[in-house]
């Protein structure tokens, strides 16, 4: 059962209009896009997923409320070219939910869990040509260390990315379990007890699969350039290096330049388009309900301009 985090919070925050143009990046099961969707009789909804499982799903659910969505069977990258396709240059809400789902996690044959026993997969969309098998078994020993650390932020990189290494000499890793428990090999049993061992390197294959960051900045500033005055795009973001990126984008556009900060009156052509608006953490309730919020922040930023 997938929860949506943050639910209330991102759509109170996009401020919507009963004929808001919107786009939600991540349709997922539709959490989201069926609250916005009650609230925009006269607007339009275009979600975007690439899953089409989860596409399946997410359409029951929008049908029941009413029709005045486009379910985009695409990247999330691909934003404003969709939506020009479709004649639509500027929108109004723009919301991005970038968790992964729980059923996609607990699906064992997608590979995405260190639960469950699958072959090593990961992918988001089925067309994509790399997979977590290839990662696992083709990367070179500095190529895994380098992502398990960056994306995964794991402490154990080096020893880790070497024991991988060493074991496909043997054979190829076929699974995810056997995965597992190369890493839990490669680690000191104190780490083991404080946490899983493989939660960390899971989340950086994945990350490198999808290519999620470089991905999630492309959409982010397409998204930005979509936005119309007085819209607001809402972004919830999982770890850190998605937080960063998008902390880092919001700040610049809603920042005056340094260089002109000395100046006593700033050309009005020359302020800022873009004003933060919220940086909104899930309440303890909706943590206790909900363990997969207790890393969830939601940003708000406004176009003013």
Do not use: W
């Not at 919070?9 to 808001?20: F, I, M, R, T, Y």
């Not at 990258?77 to 919301?95: M, Q, T």
């Not at 937080?243 to 340094?258: A, G, L």
């Amino acid at each position: 059962m997938h929860i949506s985090v943050l639910l209330n919070e991102a759509v109170e925050n996009l401020n919507l209009k009963e004929d808001s143009i919107v786009v939600d990046c991540t349709l997922g099961y539709a959490g989201h896009s069926s609250e916005i969707l009650k609230k925009i009789p006269k607007g339009f909804l275009y979600a975007f997923d690439q899953d089409k499982e989860v596409i399946s799903v997410a359409t029951k659910k929008l049908q029941n409320i009413r029709n005045n969505y486009d379910i985009i069977t695409s990247n999330f990258e691909n934003i404003k070219e969709e939506l020009n396709k479709r004649n639509i240059y500027k929108v109004n809400s723009i919301l991005f939910d970038l968790g992964v789902s729980s059923p996609q996690l607990d699906e064992d044959y997608r590979g995405f869990s260190f639960h469950k026993d699958a072959k090593l997969d990961m992918r988001m969309d089925i067309n994509n040509p790399n997979n977590a098998y290839k990662v696992v078994n083709n990367y070179d020993e500095n190529k895994l260390k380098e992502i398990f650390f960056k994306y995964g932020e794991e402490k154990y990189s080096s020893s880790i990315a070497h024991k991988i290494v060493e074991k496909r000499k043997e054979k190829n890793i076929e699974t995810t379990l056997e995965l597992v428990e190369i890493i839990k090999e490669a680690v000191p049993e104190k780490y083991k007890r404080e946490k899983h061992p493989a939660r960390k390197i899971f989340q950086a294959i994945r990350i490198e699969v999808n290519r999620e960051l470089e991905v999630f900045e492309k959409a982010l500033k397409d998204s930005l350039d979509l936005l119309d005055i007085g819209g607001r795009i809402c972004v919830i973001t999982f770890h850190s290096l998605e937080d960063k990126i998008c902390k880092e984008i919001f700040k610049e556009v809603s920042s005056i330049p340094n260089e002109l900060k000395k100046m006593p009156i700033i050309p009005e052509e020359l302020l800022p388009k873009y004003k933060i608006i919220a940086n909104i953490v899930p309440s303890e309730e909706e943590i206790e309900i909900n363990n997969r919020a207790r890393s969830a922040r939601l940003r708000v930023i406004e176009r003013i301009k």
